[in-house]
């Protein structure tokens, strides 16, 4: 080394570190807060929240809450796991109408095939992970857009639910479901309501549950690093060891049991099932995730933000309704509050997080 | 390799089971190797050897060959004739996960980390340290973090905050995390796709700085670049590629600067090309 002139040495003490550099200025605790995907939809559930406490009569009682609650729950469950698999680059269009495959798939074992319910549980979660995982794999061995993967998803679902339904029971609902042998337990634990007399439903308990065990998965485990890498760069995930397809197909698995729960629950709260439960509602998850912080290009959201989102579209619903407005307007609503929290979200990151080159 | 006790990661030995080679010892060996596509002529008969603290550089125009040469080096490509030595027994890298297994860790240009993600994050992805047992095993993200802020102090970087996304950091800075890590995980041999090719005058100085830096730990570092003036105050051993043969080797103090230029860009070609551009200029 010493014969060359021209040695390059490294500098131990960090004389090239960017410690030195003036431009860049310190991290306060509040960019540190902006930085957090949900922040958005944390304001955004508030400033709604307020509006219709305000505004509608009985919006900020508990029984109100109780009803909007339940609303947020059954958008809540799939939209969460929708949102893990947006972080992790890919979009699930068949989670909403698998919401009403699964409760069809119940109800018809536990009601025409006369199987125990739990029984019939069991069999329906199976059911949902089985279609998950052919989802997964196949966008993962076609390596086509899962947009497209999953709308093919869409309408078999949707046209399995309406043939199936109407060939066995001859009508497009299949009820009966309360016949059923453990009925009552299974309602209990799923479609049933608690805190007399205000009535909130058990599926917000379930609500919580999934989010919790999603930022846990997402923030603590490997498993949640790998779901940010294979969404923010595949390539890259793949070069460093990260079981890119595996992790994939866990998260389809993981939006179609989210659906599968949902369905199960709608089901036993209403001791039936529709043909047509859960057809548009995967939009409505997507949108509640991209409000809590999703990024539509995947690497970037929280399971949290997902749920803020949900409850947003669950006031919004409520709320409407509870102001006396015509229900027809909450599209609308969801619509301009999409638009605002997204346009929201973008210029925070952009705040928080200002490249340095 | 992917669980780290947190407490023998504080001193200077590296995370993975190999142990460090000898200051001067042959790291790897390539002898003959060859490789075609159908009738393309990808490569052919290129030799070099890569040295434990020593600098190896590769050079070579755009269709040069270099991008085969370090798939075949990273296990991503298998050679068709020719060996591939590395610690003094032949391999043949079938992936890119048997090549690190043996200590050879590539860090591609674009495809070194991900942008959105944090320092400490990206650090460790694909191979978290972990704590508790069963359903309550977790990230270990003290150690994580407290470990990335260290190895990167080892490179001349003050991280203050892991949690910054690494999409925030420069592009040298951003090679410099993935150099460090390779190196933590037990890297031998380094092998660094065109690390200075997209930056700046002063950020590509700040890579040099950082490959000398992975050099004085004891690592064969494999150089790829098409800029002499990079490679030449770095190198021990200079390599250039041309058409998929090897057009020349040599160990510093055996070429000048100029003459790397010189073979390095075609030589004659260019001196053409000067005359030609010259002669529209009023003398």
Request: glycine share 12%; charged share 15%; aromatic share 8%.
């Given at each position: 080394?010493?014969t060359?002139?021209?040695?390059?040495s490294p500098s131990?003490?960090?004389?090239?570190?960017?410690?030195?550099d003036?431009?860049?200025?310190?991290?306060?605790?509040?960019?540190?807060?902006?930085?957090?995907?949900?922040v958005?939809a944390?304001?955004?559930?508030?400033?709604?929240?307020?509006f219709?406490?305000?505004y509608?009569?009985?919006?900020g009682?508990?029984?109100?809450i109780?009803?909007?609650?339940?609303?947020?729950?059954?958008?809540?469950?799939?939209?969460?796991?929708?949102?893990?698999?947006?972080?992790?680059?890919?979009f699930?269009l068949?989670?909403?109408?698998?919401v009403?495959?699964?409760?069809?798939?119940m109800?018809?074992?536990?009601?025409?095939a006369?199987?125990?319910?739990?029984?019939?549980?069991?069999?329906?979660?199976?059911f949902?992970?089985c279609?998950?995982?052919i989802?997964?794999?196949?966008?993962?061995?076609?390596?086509?857009?899962?947009?497209?993967?999953?709308?093919?998803?869409?309408f078999?679902?949707?046209?399995?639910?309406?043939?199936?339904?109407?060939?066995?029971?001859?009508?497009v609902?299949?009820?009966?479901?309360?016949?059923?042998s453990?009925?009552?337990?299974?309602?209990?634990?799923?479609?049933?309501t608690?805190?007399?007399?205000?009535?909130?439903?058990?599926?917000?308990l379930?609500?919580?549950?999934?989010?919790?065990?999603?930022?846990?998965?997402?923030?603590?485990?490997?498993?949640?690093?790998?779901?940010?890498?294979?969404?923010?760069?595949?390539?890259a995930?793949?070069?460093?060891?990260?079981?890119?397809?595996?992790?994939?197909?866990?998260?389809?698995?993981?939006?179609?049991?989210?659906?599968?729960l949902?369905?199960?629950?709608?089901a036993?709260?209403?001791?039936?099932?529709q043909?047509s439960?859960g057809?548009?509602?995967?939009?409505?998850?997507?949108?509640?995730?991209?409000v809590g912080?999703c990024l539509?290009?995947?690497?970037f959201?929280s399971?949290?933000?997902?749920?803020?989102?949900?409850?947003?579209t669950?006031?919004a619903f409520?709320?409407?309704q509870?102001?006396?407005?015509?229900?027809?307007?909450?599209f609308?609503?969801?619509?301009?509050?999409l638009?605002l929290?997204?346009?929201?979200?973008?210029?925070?990151?952009?705040?928080?997080?200002?490249?340095?080159? | 390799?992917?669980?780290q006790?947190?407490t023998a990661?504080?001193?200077?030995?590296?995370?993975?089971?190999?142990?460090?080679l000898?200051r001067?010892?042959?790291?790897l060996?390539v002898?003959n190797?060859?490789?075609?596509?159908g009738?393309?002529?990808?490569?052919k008969?290129?030799?070099?050897?890569?040295e434990?603290?020593?600098?190896t550089?590769?050079?070579?125009?755009n269709?040069a060959?270099?991008?085969?040469?370090?798939k075949?080096?990273?296990?991503?490509?298998?050679?068709?004739?020719?060996?591939?030595?590395?610690?003094?027994?032949?391999?043949?890298l079938?992936?890119?996960?048997?090549?690190?297994?043996?200590?050879?860790?590539t860090?591609f240009?674009?495809?070194a980390?991900?942008?959105?993600?944090s320092?400490?994050?990206?650090?460790?992805?694909?191979s978290e340290p972990q704590?508790?047992?069963?359903p309550?095993?977790?990230?270990?993200?003290?150690?994580?973090?407290?470990?990335?802020?260290?190895?990167?102090a080892?490179?001349?970087?003050?991280?203050r905050?892991?949690?910054?996304?690494i999409?925030?950091m420069?592009?040298?800075?951003r090679q410099?995390?993935?150099?460090?890590?390779?190196?933590?995980?037990g890297?031998?041999?380094?092998?660094?796709?065109?690390?200075?090719?997209?930056?700046?005058?002063?950020q590509?100085?700040?890579v040099l700085?950082y490959?000398?830096?992975?050099r004085?730990?004891?690592?064969?570092?494999?150089?790829?670049?098409?800029?002499?003036?990079?490679?030449?105050?770095?190198?021990d051993?200079?390599?250039?590629l041309?058409?998929?043969r090897?057009?020349?080797?040599?160990?510093?103090?055996?070429?000048?600067?100029d003459?790397?230029?010189?073979q390095?860009?075609?030589g004659a070609?260019?001196?053409?090309?000067a005359?030609?551009?010259?002669?529209g200029?009023?003398?």
């Amino acid at each position: 080394m010493s014969t060359d002139p021209v040695t390059v040495s490294p500098s131990p003490t960090g004389a090239s570190a960017p410690s030195g550099d003036e431009r860049v200025g310190r991290t306060t605790p509040f960019a540190l807060i902006l930085r957090r995907p949900e922040v958005g939809a944390l304001v955004a559930s508030l400033v709604v929240g307020i509006f219709f406490a305000l505004y509608a009569r009985g919006f900020g009682e508990l029984s109100g809450i109780a009803n909007w609650t339940g609303v947020a729950a059954t958008l809540g469950i799939p939209a969460v796991a929708v949102a893990l698999l947006m972080i992790g680059g890919e979009f699930d269009l068949s989670a909403g109408v698998m919401v009403g495959t699964s409760g069809l798939v119940m109800s018809l074992l536990a009601t025409e095939a006369g199987l125990n319910i739990w029984l019939a549980i069991v069999l329906t979660l199976l059911f949902a992970a089985c279609v998950g995982a052919i989802n997964g794999y196949l966008v993962m061995r076609t390596k086509l857009p899962s947009f497209i993967v999953t709308l093919a998803t869409f309408f078999i679902l949707q046209g399995a639910n309406l043939g199936v339904t109407k060939a066995i029971t001859g009508a497009v609902a299949v009820s009966g479901l309360d016949q059923a042998s453990g009925f009552d337990a299974a309602r209990g634990v799923f479609g049933g309501t608690f805190w007399a007399p205000y009535n909130f439903q058990i599926s917000v308990l379930w609500w919580i549950a999934v989010t919790l065990l999603a930022t846990w998965a997402l923030t603590r485990t490997r498993f949640g690093n790998w779901v940010y890498g294979v969404g923010g760069d595949l390539e890259a995930a793949r070069n460093v060891g990260v079981p890119v397809v595996r992790v994939k197909i866990t998260l389809f698995m993981g939006t179609a049991l989210a659906s599968g729960l949902t369905g199960i629950i709608v089901a036993l709260q209403i001791s039936s099932a529709q043909a047509s439960q859960g057809v548009g509602q995967e939009l409505q998850f997507i949108v509640a995730a991209v409000v809590g912080g999703c990024l539509l290009t995947g690497g970037f959201g929280s399971a949290i933000g997902a749920a803020l989102g949900a409850l947003i579209t669950g006031m919004a619903f409520i709320g409407i309704q509870f102001s006396g407005w015509n229900t027809d307007w909450r599209f609308l609503f969801l619509g301009v509050v999409l638009l605002l929290a997204v346009m929201l979200n973008t210029w925070i990151r952009k705040r928080a997080s200002e490249a340095r080159r | 390799m992917s669980t780290q006790d947190s407490t023998a990661t504080t001193t200077t030995t590296d995370a993975g089971g190999l142990p460090p080679l000898e200051r001067g010892a042959v790291a790897l060996e390539v002898r003959n190797v060859s490789k075609h596509f159908g009738n393309v002529v990808a490569l052919k008969d290129v030799s070099c050897v890569v040295e434990a603290g020593k600098v190896t550089c590769v050079l070579g125009d755009n269709g040069a060959g270099k991008s085969t040469f370090i798939k075949i080096l990273s296990g991503v490509h298998q050679q068709d004739e020719g060996e591939l030595l590395i610690n003094g027994h032949e391999h043949r890298l079938t992936s890119p996960r048997a090549a690190r297994e043996r200590g050879v860790a590539t860090v591609f240009q674009d495809l070194a980390t991900v942008p959105l993600m944090s320092v400490w994050r990206n650090f460790f992805l694909g191979s978290e340290p972990q704590k508790g047992v069963g359903p309550l095993r977790r990230l270990d993200r003290a150690a994580a973090k407290r470990i990335t802020r260290e190895e990167l102090a080892k490179m001349g970087i003050d991280v203050r905050d892991p949690e910054q996304p690494i999409g925030t950091m420069s592009g040298g800075e951003r090679q410099a995390v993935a150099i460090a890590r390779a190196m933590y995980f037990g890297a031998r041999v380094l092998i660094l796709d065109e690390p200075t090719s997209a930056l700046g005058v002063k950020q590509a100085g700040r890579v040099l700085r950082y490959i000398a830096a992975a050099r004085d730990r004891g690592v064969g570092v494999i150089f790829i670049t098409h800029n002499p003036h990079h490679a030449f105050p770095i190198g021990d051993r200079f390599v250039i590629l041309n058409r998929g043969r090897l057009k020349g080797s040599w160990q510093k103090g055996e070429i000048t600067r100029d003459e790397l230029v010189h073979q390095m860009s075609g030589g004659a070609e260019l001196e053409q090309l000067a005359h030609e551009l010259q002669k529209g200029e009023p003398a």
